[in-house]
């Protein structure tokens, strides 16, 4: 059995540091979409409340294989652009939360990084 898979990052992101997020995170969700076993994505900022969050993005994935098989494919392309993420955040003061989800009822698969137990 298959089990939907869904990459939730969420960002604290300055607002001096808002346009280079976003070109770093729409050009790995163009990558992402090319991916097999990508079902879909949306990219979402905070437009009202308290959350400390303002960009919370989302992938659903066809399974937990498919998502562990893009990791590689984006860290490639991350390398070839020069960008190294966790350096990027510590230089434009961005907090992530990430972390992989399924569906409440449902179990989640053997080894999936973030699922309770695992």
């Given at each position: 059995?298959?089990?939907t898979v869904y990459r939730v990052d969420?960002?604290?992101v300055p607002d001096t540091?808002?346009?280079?997020f976003?070109?770093?995170v729409r050009r790995t969700h163009a990558l992402l979409r090319e991916q097999p076993g990508?079902?879909?994505d949306v990219l979402l900022e905070q437009q009202s409340g308290p959350g400390r969050f303002n960009v919370v993005t989302l992938v659903r994935w066809r399974s937990a294989d498919d998502l562990a098989a893009a990791r590689p494919v984006v860290e490639r392309a991350h390398r070839a652009a020069s960008f190294r993420p966790a350096e990027f955040f510590a230089r434009a003061g961005i907090e992530a939360d990430v972390a992989n989800y399924t569906e409440a009822?449902?179990?989640a698969p053997a080894g999936?990084?973030?699922a309770p137990g695992s």
């Open positions: 059995m298959t089990t969420k960002f604290a540091a808002r346009e280079e976003w070109r770093h990508f079902l879909d009822g449902v179990p999936t990084a973030g």
